[in-house]
């Protein structure tokens, strides 16, 4: 039931962004080799992603620097750890496989990976600016 009230939030703020003329997606860095159609598919699943991102991981990730949020960078070690859900106590109950099915958990993980990078690691939970 809370998977599907968050699904329904991202996808009409995603809707109300786009009616507004105002898409806000992220950008992304796709390795040169990748052919164009290849970069259009992964562009949305990195969409989807992100508004996955927004719903379930956000709240306590993103990082305030400037009056501005950011998604912080994360390793692909980290990232491994969330797809086994491992990667604290706390995100074994809040990443479930109930409360983040593995299909979004892989969109997410998709979304981050290709995110354009911000220079704000995620380290032991929480994100360290490494643009000193």
């Given at each position: 039931?809370?998977?599907?009230?968050?699904?329904?939030?991202?996808?009409?703020?995603?809707?109300?962004?786009?009616?507004a003329?105002?898409?806000?997606?992220?950008?992304?860095?796709?390795?040169?080799?990748?052919?164009?159609?290849?970069?259009?598919?992964?562009?949305?699943?990195?969409?989807?992603?992100?508004?996955?991102?927004?719903?379930?991981?956000?709240?306590?990730h993103?990082?305030?620097?400037?009056?501005?949020?950011?998604?912080?960078?994360f390793t692909q070690e980290?990232?491994?750890?969330y797809?086994?859900?491992v990667?604290n106590?706390?995100h074994e109950?809040m990443?479930?496989e109930?409360?983040?099915?593995?299909?979004?958990?892989t969109?997410?993980?998709?979304?981050l990976?290709?995110?354009?990078?911000?220079?704000?690691?995620?380290?032991?939970?929480?994100?360290n600016?490494?643009?000193?």
């Amino acid at each position: 039931m809370r998977k599907a009230i968050l699904i329904g939030i991202a996808t009409g703020m995603l809707a109300l962004q786009c009616l507004a003329g105002k898409k806000k997606h992220a950008t992304y860095e796709f390795p040169p080799e990748m052919s164009q159609a290849v970069r259009d598919q992964y562009t949305v699943l990195c969409e989807k992603g992100e508004a996955l991102y927004q719903v379930s991981c956000a709240k306590c990730h993103n990082e305030k620097k400037g009056g501005k949020l950011i998604i912080p960078d994360f390793t692909q070690e980290q990232l491994g750890a969330y797809s086994i859900r491992v990667a604290n106590a706390q995100h074994e109950e809040m990443v479930s496989e109930m409360m983040v099915p593995a299909d979004e958990l892989t969109l997410i993980s998709t979304f981050l990976t290709y995110k354009t990078k911000s220079g704000i690691l995620m380290n032991g939970g929480k994100a360290n600016d490494v643009k000193k």
